[in-house]
């Protein structure tokens, strides 16, 4: 689901069902209207096509690609009703719910897939932006990735069934469209559970995610191995601990990169974790390493910068760790991704990060 937080499914399937019993009594839209790029992947239904309230306020374009995919749960019953009305409706009343309980400007993600295979649009200049290749709008799916993540809604619970085929399929060909739009890579397919304390998309798609990255690997080519990192707590030492404080300092932590996990590096992943809606723990995992490991390339400078020239040093490519990603480092980053067959970007995105820390 989009909130930040997990939230029990009744409370959340009973708002959505009243809004839903509300929508199906408006007359369904046509169905050639605001239909979008059918080729090379699902069908879209525009905002304007399921009869989307006006924003609160404008939504935000923002002048840059996405870096990844998100894909939810919608938390909402596993209906067996299967058309494009359904869709819509859903599309209405998850808009009046995001609007009017969560105080939202708009709908929260950027698309939505149908238990009936139906994909529509969600925040307001979703496709418009997906149609450039260039630009994302700001959305409100996931704390923290929201400027930088696409999200997709699915609609159901998922915690102890799978999605229907056709919806699976459906999201199959969405995940490709956006991939091959802005040049992001199939290892760069997430779940919510990723980066916020919380259950969604449910366990049963989650465990699909991996098929998921292989099936749009197989339909566009590249990568699906996601990212693997290491699990660090207090007590750790050693340079990935390193790595660790360098990216807490350069969101703000008053730290200092010792190596080692003490109180003061503990206190600094709880408030980074409290930050980002994560599970406050005190210790560096999935969601962490996910939210702190934004890519870093030639122009960048800071502590981010010092940690990735710092490990390239200790894994055999020396680089001076003056902070500064100039073109030394970025031939020494290409250097280290042709040694574990990453692609030589040059770019240090979270494959390279994982594989830095490995």
Same mark, same amino acid.
């Given at each position: 689901?989009? #909130?930040?937080?997990?939230?029990?499914?009744?409370?959340?399937? #009973? *708002?959505?069902?009243?809004?839903?019993?509300?929508?199906?009594?408006?007359? =369904?839209?046509?169905?050639?209207?605001?239909?979008?790029?059918?080729?090379?992947?699902?069908?879209?239904?525009?905002?304007?096509?399921?009869?989307?309230?006006?924003?609160?306020?404008?939504?935000?374009? *923002? =002048?840059?690609?996405?870096?990844?995919?998100?894909?939810?749960?919608?938390?909402?019953?596993?209906?067996?009703? %299967?058309?494009?009305?359904?869709?819509?409706?859903?599309?209405?009343?998850?808009?009046?719910?995001?609007?009017?309980?969560?105080?939202?400007?708009?709908?929260?993600?950027?698309? #939505? @897939?149908?238990?009936?295979?139906?994909?529509?649009?969600?925040?307001?200049?979703?496709?418009?932006?997906?149609?450039?290749?260039?630009?994302?709008?700001?959305?409100?799916?996931?704390?923290?990735?929201?400027?930088?993540?696409?999200?997709?809604?699915?609609?159901? #619970?998922?915690?102890?069934?799978?999605?229907?085929?056709?919806?699976?399929?459906?999201?199959?060909?969405?995940?490709?469209?956006?991939?091959?739009? %802005?040049?992001? $890579?199939?290892?760069?397919? %997430?779940?919510?559970?990723?980066?916020?304390?919380?259950?969604?998309?449910?366990?049963?798609? %989650?465990?699909?995610?991996? $098929?998921?990255?292989?099936?749009?690997? =197989?339909?566009?080519?590249?990568?699906?191995?996601?990212?693997?990192?290491?699990?660090?707590?207090?007590?750790?030492?050693?340079?990935? @601990?390193?790595?660790?404080?360098?990216?807490?300092?350069?969101?703000?932590?008053?730290?200092?990169?010792?190596?080692?996990?003490?109180?003061?590096?503990?206190?600094?992943?709880?408030?980074?974790?409290?930050?980002?809606?994560?599970?406050?723990?005190?210790?560096?995992?999935?969601?962490?390493?996910?939210?702190?490991?934004?890519? @870093?390339?030639?122009?960048?400078?800071?502590?981010? @910068?010092?940690?990735?020239?710092?490990?390239?040093?200790?894994?055999?490519?020396?680089?001076?760790?003056?902070?500064?990603?100039?073109?030394?480092?970025?031939?020494?980053?290409?250097?280290?991704?042709?040694?574990?067959?990453?692609?030589?970007?040059?770019?240090?995105?979270?494959?390279?990060?994982?594989?830095?820390?490995?």
């Amino acid at each position: 689901m989009t #909130t930040p937080t997990a939230r029990p499914p009744l409370h959340r399937r #009973t *708002l959505l069902a009243g809004a839903l019993s509300l929508g199906a009594a408006l007359t =369904a839209l046509g169905t050639a209207a605001g239909r979008v790029w059918a080729a090379d992947g699902p069908l879209a239904s525009s905002c304007e096509a399921w009869g989307a309230r006006a924003p609160k306020s404008p939504v935000k374009v *923002l =002048a840059a690609r996405p870096q990844k995919i998100i894909v939810h749960h919608t938390a909402t019953a596993n209906v067996a009703e %299967y058309g494009q009305d359904r869709a819509f409706a859903l599309a209405r009343a998850m808009q009046t719910y995001q609007m009017d309980t969560e105080g939202w400007i708009d709908t929260g993600q950027h698309f #939505t @897939v149908s238990r009936g295979a139906f994909v529509t649009e969600g925040r307001h200049q979703s496709l418009a932006a997906l149609d450039s290749g260039t630009q994302i709008v700001e959305a409100a799916h996931c704390t923290g990735q929201n400027t930088v993540a696409i999200g997709i809604e699915n609609e159901g #619970t998922y915690t102890t069934e799978e999605p229907r085929p056709e919806q699976y399929a459906a999201l199959v060909g969405l995940c490709a469209r956006i991939c091959l739009q %802005y040049g992001i $890579q199939p290892y760069q397919i %997430y779940g919510h559970r990723d980066f916020n304390n919380t259950q969604c998309p449910g366990e049963r798609l %989650y465990a699909l995610l991996p $098929q998921l990255r292989a099936d749009v690997a =197989a339909r566009i080519g590249g990568d699906p191995t996601a990212p693997v990192w290491p699990l660090l707590r207090t007590g750790d030492v050693g340079e990935r @601990v390193r790595v660790l404080q360098c990216l807490l300092v350069q969101r703000g932590a008053a730290i200092t990169p010792d190596g080692s996990f003490g109180p003061a590096t503990d206190g600094a992943v709880r408030a980074f974790q409290k930050q980002i809606g994560a599970g406050m723990d005190g210790v560096a995992g999935n969601q962490t390493w996910n939210q702190l490991c934004a890519p @870093v390339a030639q122009g960048a400078a800071g502590e981010a @910068v010092k940690a990735v020239q710092s490990r390239l040093s200790a894994l055999g490519f020396p680089t001076t760790a003056d902070g500064a990603f100039g073109p030394g480092t970025a031939a020494r980053v290409a250097a280290f991704q042709s040694s574990r067959a990453l692609p030589q970007d040059g770019v240090v995105d979270a494959r390279t990060w994982s594989r830095l820390l490995a």
